[in-house]
């Protein structure tokens, strides 16, 4: 029996509904197992610029670091995609809470609900037996470097940086979770490019020697995207820089089917923050038919890496699995074969999870 304190940030466009759904879960977890579990809820985003006019208040970023976990919606705003100039975005706020929070792992897992074969655009025969673990470097790179204009404002730059205690630190945690899985490493870089590039393989080799019974292997970003649509069950751990594994890591989406499908859990030496990867998506907002099921299995991460609870991480994850072999889904993992009572809305979607669990 615990008692853990969990701070919902819900933010923008669906990140509200889907994190009501996670939230949900994690109060039916607690009365299971007996756990107590608290709550309090805090501002971030476009909602925190049109409360606060700050995308990340000192008063939300204060409750995260008294937090045991944090369970995170989406940010994100039409109305700044279309200007450029605004000079504060929805954006800003989540790359302070990773900065501030020290959260420089993502851990992405890209796992195949066998039911949601038929899913994805790539032929099943290729998919089946996926099960890739991205850890993307969340706090360095071109995000986080040196940005701006020159010559009148014809000429922009972002500057891409990293030390080599960043690449250390990530490296290790990919390095240790190899060793659970299959002992086998992919660390993606560009290094016949970028000196950047030079130093991450430089850093990994090294770490590398601390773990002879981890296969490494080397990849270019360009063959890995290549590589994750044409063999994606040769990968088991993936390791890259920030602007590789973002590009990387939505692109393996597909392997699941849906990014409604896919949970990701951003970690340091303190608080994690547990959020699903899809965007705010405003085009649904509102409508009820937004996929829980990435949050449901961002609260799975929270429970077993924060709370180290794998028996009721491994509960939520085979609810989830039991609902997709009831034949239940959302309209993004639907086909033409799934009967009309079958699709249903968030809410739907996730008290079928509650009765499984």
Known sequence: MANKHILIVPGDGIGQEVTAVGKKVLNKIAAKYSHTFTYDDALIGHIAIEATGNPL?????????????VLFGAVGHPKYDNDPSAKVRPEQGLLKMRKELGLYANIRPIKLFDE?????????????????????????????????????????FDVAEYSRYEVERIARKAFDAAKTRRKKLCSVDKANVLETSRLWRDVVQKVALEYPDVAVE????????????????????????????????????????SMGMLASA????????????????????????????????????????????????????????????????????????????????????????????
């Open 57 to 69: 208040p000192d008063e939300s970023l204060e409750k995260m670091r008294n937090s045991d976990a």
């Open 116 to 156: 949601l074969l038929g899913a994805s655009s790539i032929k099943p025969e290729i998919l089946k037996g996926a099960d890739i673990l991205f850890f993307r470097e969340l706090t360095g790179d071109i995000y986080f470097g040196e940005k701006g204009r020159k010559n009148n404002g014809d000429t922009a």
């Open 218 to 257: 080397y990849q270019f970003v360009d063959s890995t995207a290549m590589l994750l649509i044409k063999d994606p069950t040769r990968f088991d751990v993936v390791v890259t820089a920030n602007l590789f594994g973002d590009i990387l890591t939505d692109e393996a989406s597909q392997i699941a089917g």
């Open 266 to 357: 951003s970690i340091g030496d303190g608080t994690g923050v547990y959020e699903p990867i899809h965007g705010s998506a405003h085009d649904i907002t509102g409508k009820g038919v937004a996929n829980p099921l990435a949050s449901i299995l961002s609260a799975a991460l929270l429970l077993d890496i924060s709370f180290g609870m794998k028996e009721e991480s491994e509960t939520v994850i085979n609810a989830v699995d039991k609902v997709l072999k009831a034949g239940y889904r959302t309209r993004d993992i639907a086909d033409s074969t799934t009967p009309a009572d079958k699709i249903l809305g968030t809410e739907r979607m996730g008290e079928e999870v509650l009765k499984f669990i």
